[in-house]
């Protein structure tokens, strides 16, 4: 079957139709395209043109996408579509059920699964080859006993090789977490008859209303109080799918009724520190996350995090930092700015912090290695160093932030630093 054919595309040379169908699909991966970008884009195109495959692809590209997150899936819709039929059939590959070792595997890359599930909607797909009815005597028994379910595979795929569909599923998942902490003892005390500590003021003078005899010793316990949360994530490009799934994930800490944080304190970074804190108290989350992209103009571009960690240590630590605040930074650590010193930064904002604790998806790999400059500088200054790139990494936070002996990957990378834990 050709990619044509599988398409449905128009070979009349009718230019106009097909960009009519290639919007579809853009619109079906979740671009917002409506019928007035689309009579833009064709008088656009007969405008500039059509000799030049980058000339077009631009000329589109302005005309659709609207978001720097928008690139990924439409630079892979464009390839799909305008044409490339065995990058087709690799797609129809990863949407159809296959045996493991039946086949050479690769994961699909940001976006791509989004662009088949837009361009082939709709499309039959093959049926399993008929069964041989000569074959009764040989049966082939398969134990699926040890297979994972779709939930937990969902669990632990990477956020940016997920669908449309697996996002959305992703985020009613992350929706129901809660990120659990310990109360912390504060230095004050109230008074309870069943308390540890004596009470000698008021054991005084419940004896001097009696004349001087000690009826009972009194007795204090030590009060408890819930720490602040604190998050500084990485809106950067390389770091913009993950980002979107920890602030829905922080979102739903944040309205978590009793999830035992007196504040939870939120902060975007690329090139510059935005606060995002009262976007949170937004009850949707997709109004939420709207409210905050419009405010952090930086999604998606650079990198500079010695400068807005420098920012948020001289704006904002002595408010929001107090009283045995936890910090999570959730960053790549690719930092790109050469002027700022990273190092100092870091070991200032972890002498700040109850508890650092560093997400980093590049943990993801299995043969990760702290290579980069940055990496190499933030490491040293935090306590706990952790994944997040998928559900149970973000389900395994609350171990993270509630043992005091969680380290991550933190010592196995220091040992490969040639520094100490």
């Not at 595309?9 to 007035?36: Q, S």
């Not at 913009?240 to 602030?247: A, D, F, G, I, T």
């Given at each position: 079957m050709t990619a044509g054919r599988l398409l449905d595309i128009p070979e009349n040379g009718r230019l106009a139709d097909n960009i009519t169908h290639f919007a579809r699909a853009l619109r079906k991966a979740g671009l917002?395209?409506?019928?007035?970008?689309?009579?833009?884009?064709?008088r656009a195109v007969e405008a500039a043109g059509f000799t030049e495959r980058r000339d077009f692809y631009w000329v589109l590209h302005a005309a659709f996408v609207s978001r720097p997150e928008e690139r990924a899936v439409f630079a892979q819709i464009f390839r799909l579509y305008w044409r490339d039929p065995q990058y087709l059939e690799h797609m129809m590959s990863l949407l159809l059920p296959s045996l493991k070792g039946v086949q050479d595997e690769r994961l699909a890359a940001a976006a791509e699964k989004r662009a088949a599930e837009a361009l082939l909607d709709g499309i039959d797909r093959p049926p399993p080859p008929p069964q041989d009815d000569r074959g009764d005597d040989i049966q082939i028994d398969v134990d699926a006993s040890g297979t994972q379910s779709e939930r937990e595979r969902l669990r632990r795929l990477d956020?940016?090789?997920?669908?449309?569909?697996?996002?959305?599923?992703?985020?009613?998942?992350?929706?129901?977490?809660?990120?659990?902490?310990?109360?912390?003892?504060?230095?004050?005390?109230?008074?309870?008859?069943?308390?540890?500590?004596?009470?000698?003021?008021?054991?005084?003078?419940?004896?001097?209303?009696?004349?001087?005899?000690?009826?009972?010793?009194?007795l204090r316990r030590r009060r408890t109080r819930w720490p602040n949360l604190v998050v500084l994530c990485d809106i950067s490009g390389s770091m913009s799918q993950y980002s979107r799934m920890v602030l829905?994930?922080?979102?739903?800490?944040?309205?978590?009724?009793?999830?035992?944080?007196?504040?939870?304190?939120?902060?975007?970074?690329?090139?510059?520190?935005?606060?995002?804190?009262?976007?949170?108290a937004e009850r949707d989350v997709d109004a939420a996350l709207a409210a905050a992209g419009a405010e952090a103009q930086d999604w998606k571009g650079g990198t500079r995090i010695g400068s807005c960690l420098?920012?948020?240590?001289?704006?904002?630590s002595r408010r929001v930092m107090g009283q045995g605040a936890v910090v999570l930074l959730v960053s790549d650590g690719l930092d790109r700015d050469a002027e700022a010193d990273l190092g100092r930064e870091m070991e200032r904002l972890h002498l700040s912090a109850r508890r650092l604790v560093w997400v980093n998806p590049l943990l993801r790999w299995d043969g990760f290695v702290p290579k980069a400059r940055g990496i190499r500088a933030m490491l040293p200054h935090v306590d706990a160093f952790r994944a997040g790139h998928s559900i149970a990494s973000l389900e395994a936070l609350g171990r993270a932030i509630s043992d005091p002996g969680d380290r991550g990957e933190k010592d196995r990378l220091m040992r490969l630093l040639g520094g100490g834990g």
């Amino acid at each position: 079957m050709t990619a044509g054919r599988l398409l449905d595309i128009p070979e009349n040379g009718r230019l106009a139709d097909n960009i009519t169908h290639f919007a579809r699909a853009l619109r079906k991966a979740g671009l917002k395209v409506g019928p007035g970008r689309v009579v833009d884009a064709i008088r656009a195109v007969e405008a500039a043109g059509f000799t030049e495959r980058r000339d077009f692809y631009w000329v589109l590209h302005a005309a659709f996408v609207s978001r720097p997150e928008e690139r990924a899936v439409f630079a892979q819709i464009f390839r799909l579509y305008w044409r490339d039929p065995q990058y087709l059939e690799h797609m129809m590959s990863l949407l159809l059920p296959s045996l493991k070792g039946v086949q050479d595997e690769r994961l699909a890359a940001a976006a791509e699964k989004r662009a088949a599930e837009a361009l082939l909607d709709g499309i039959d797909r093959p049926p399993p080859p008929p069964q041989d009815d000569r074959g009764d005597d040989i049966q082939i028994d398969v134990d699926a006993s040890g297979t994972q379910s779709e939930r937990e595979r969902l669990r632990r795929l990477d956020f940016e090789q997920m669908s449309v569909a697996e996002i959305a599923e992703a985020k009613r998942m992350i929706a129901r977490l809660s990120l659990p902490v310990r109360p912390i003892q504060s230095r004050r005390s109230q008074a309870d008859p069943r308390g540890q500590l004596a009470d000698w003021r008021a054991t005084m003078r419940a004896a001097l209303r009696r004349g001087g005899e000690v009826p009972a010793l009194s007795l204090r316990r030590r009060r408890t109080r819930w720490p602040n949360l604190v998050v500084l994530c990485d809106i950067s490009g390389s770091m913009s799918q993950y980002s979107r799934m920890v602030l829905h994930f922080l979102h739903a800490v944040a309205n978590h009724k009793g999830a035992g944080w007196a504040r939870v304190h939120a902060f975007t970074f690329g090139t510059r520190l935005t606060n995002i804190t009262r976007h949170l108290a937004e009850r949707d989350v997709d109004a939420a996350l709207a409210a905050a992209g419009a405010e952090a103009q930086d999604w998606k571009g650079g990198t500079r995090i010695g400068s807005c960690l420098h920012a948020f240590n001289r704006d904002w630590s002595r408010r929001v930092m107090g009283q045995g605040a936890v910090v999570l930074l959730v960053s790549d650590g690719l930092d790109r700015d050469a002027e700022a010193d990273l190092g100092r930064e870091m070991e200032r904002l972890h002498l700040s912090a109850r508890r650092l604790v560093w997400v980093n998806p590049l943990l993801r790999w299995d043969g990760f290695v702290p290579k980069a400059r940055g990496i190499r500088a933030m490491l040293p200054h935090v306590d706990a160093f952790r994944a997040g790139h998928s559900i149970a990494s973000l389900e395994a936070l609350g171990r993270a932030i509630s043992d005091p002996g969680d380290r991550g990957e933190k010592d196995r990378l220091m040992r490969l630093l040639g520094g100490g834990g």
